[in-house]
């Protein structure tokens, strides 16, 4: 094996056992749709985000460990509904970002089970060495929405005059004691 190789990372995908509802969370890359993302992203609800040049795009997602929400209609369509992206080198550092579930789908806990298996993935039992999970929001109930589920304490504050919002920078150590 070279220095270089790195182990290929299983995908995985959750379904609710409770309700058959079409709607499932995969990390599976090839899932991924770049034109639903970059649609997502020139929409009002997400605040930090615009479109990027589909090459940029592709990088961002690519590069990245996403966990996309998907939804298949009675029809068999399939349509992505939200992501959340780690950046992330598998192994002691991530960075969450561009968490969203399309607003015709929110309510319905989506985006609490999205982060759920954000934090099972990323839980010191899967990933021993992981010292550090960051994030930047600007909403207080998702603030306290992370501090629940992750235990993350909040590290720094910047205001942002063009986004009209404070952001609030969260931090967690899931193997502090280590
Ligand atoms: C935040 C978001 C992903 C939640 O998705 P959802 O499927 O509607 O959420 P759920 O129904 O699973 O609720 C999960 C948690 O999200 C929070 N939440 C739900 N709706 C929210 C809203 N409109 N605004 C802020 N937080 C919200 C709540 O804290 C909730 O926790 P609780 O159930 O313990 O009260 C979704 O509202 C969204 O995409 N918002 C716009 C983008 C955004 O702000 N992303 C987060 C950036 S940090």
């Given at each position: 094996?070279?220095?270089?190789?790195?182990?290929?990372?299983?995908?995985?995908?959750?379904?609710?056992?409770?309700?058959?509802?079409?709607?499932?969370?995969?990390?599976?890359?090839?899932?991924?749709?770049?034109?639903?993302?970059?649609?997502?992203?020139?929409?009002?609800?997400?605040?930090?985000?615009?479109?990027?040049?589909?090459?940029?795009?592709?990088?961002?997602?690519?590069?990245?460990?996403?966990?996309?929400?998907?939804?298949?209609?009675?029809?068999?369509v399939q349509q992505q509904i939200g992501l959340a992206r780690m950046v992330t080198d598998n192994a002691t550092f991530a960075y969450l970002t561009d968490v969203y579930v399309l607003p015709e789908h929110q309510g319905r806990g989506l985006g609490r089970w999205l982060i759920e298996c954000v934090a099972e993935v990323f839980h010191p039992t899967n990933m021993p060495c992981l010292r550090r999970i960051m994030l930047v929001t600007g909403d207080q109930r998702m603030q306290d929405f992370y501090q629940r589920i992750f235990g993350m304490k909040v590290v720094g504050h910047e205001v942002r005059e063009d986004m009209g919002k404070m952001l609030t920078f969260l931090c967690a150590r899931p193997n502090a004691q280590s």
């Open positions: 094996m070279s220095s270089s190789h790195i182990p290929a990372i299983a995908s995985q995908t959750w379904r609710r056992t409770e309700a058959d509802d079409g709607f499932f969370i995969s990390t599976d890359p090839a899932l991924l749709s770049v034109a639903a993302v970059n649609e997502a992203f020139g929409r009002d609800f997400l605040y930090w985000a615009k479109p990027v040049p589909e090459k940029a795009m592709r990088q961002m997602l690519y590069g990245s460990r996403c966990f996309g929400a998907y939804y298949t209609d009675p029809n068999g």
